[in-house]
């Protein structure tokens, strides 16, 4: 599995757009990315999955440059519902039968 | 609610004592994973089920661990002589298949072992 590095902690204010952007220099060819996002005392929650370029949703976007050794998670416009905690992880396409976490990057929305 | 869903939300036991946990998957999701998460830490996996069989586990799951899958629905996640060390939120997860099928969370259960 490919470790993945993030910050510890970010803090925004309401409105602006989020970047928390996730360290993988070790990622093998088969692996993909995936962000989770989770609120205290609940269970992690799938945002977004990528593999290269860049992949939107209704919630976020996912860049994930050519060289694939980084990405980065943006959230337009945050608000107070969106302070969580986020989880990068790296994983095979196929027989990803864990996700390794890590301890994720604590986003902190101000109003 | 179609999600996945844990019970107890919350259990409070004495050391020693043996604890089970349930977890009802999303119904047509063939594997369902066990996870342990611990305060300021992300989910650790613990083991996975496709179906009724139990194909994987962490070397996290001590041979106090059990955990059952019978008919391939509802898993149990068994802990025999607790200890303070095994305080923590056990979640569970389901998803369609490996891979690139998401997995789908429940609220967890918070053990504490006093």
């Known amino acids: 599995l490919a470790k993945t590095t993030q910050p510890i902690s970010m803090d925004s204010y309401e409105g602006q757009e989020v970047n928390i952007t996730c360290s993988h220099n070790?990622?093998?060819?088969?692996?993909?990315i995936t962000w989770y996002q989770q609120f205290p005392s609940q269970g992690p929650r799938f945002i977004i999955q990528g593999y290269k370029t860049k992949v939107t949703n209704e919630v976020a976007s996912l860049f994930i440059p050519a060289d694939r050794k980084s990405s980065t998670l943006s959230l337009p416009r945050v608000s107070l519902s969106d302070t969580a905690v986020y989880y990068c992880l790296v994983g095979e396409q196929t027989g990803a039968n864990n996700l390794f976490f890590g301890t994720g990057t604590r986003l902190t929305v101000i109003p | 609610d179609t999600g996945v869903s844990q019970n107890p939300r919350h259990k409070i036991t004495k050391r020693g004592q043996n604890v089970t946990f349930r977890c009802d998957p999303i119904?047509?999701?063939?594997?369902l994973y066990w996870y342990r998460q611990t305060l300021g830490q992300g989910p650790e996996f613990l083991t996975y089920?496709?179906?009724?069989?139990?194909?994987?586990k962490s070397r996290l799951l001590s041979d106090r661990f059990s955990a059952e899958r019978p008919k391939g629905s509802f898993s149990t996640l068994e802990i025999q002589r607790t200890e303070q060390g095994d305080s923590a939120m056990y979640l569970c997860a389901s998803s369609l298949g490996g891979g690139l099928y998401t997995q789908y969370f429940g609220p967890g259960t918070r053990l504490t072992v006093l």
């Open positions: 119904s047509e999701h063939n594997r």
């Open positions: 070790n990622i093998a060819t088969n692996d993909y």
């Open positions: 089920f496709q179906n009724e069989a139990q194909l994987e």
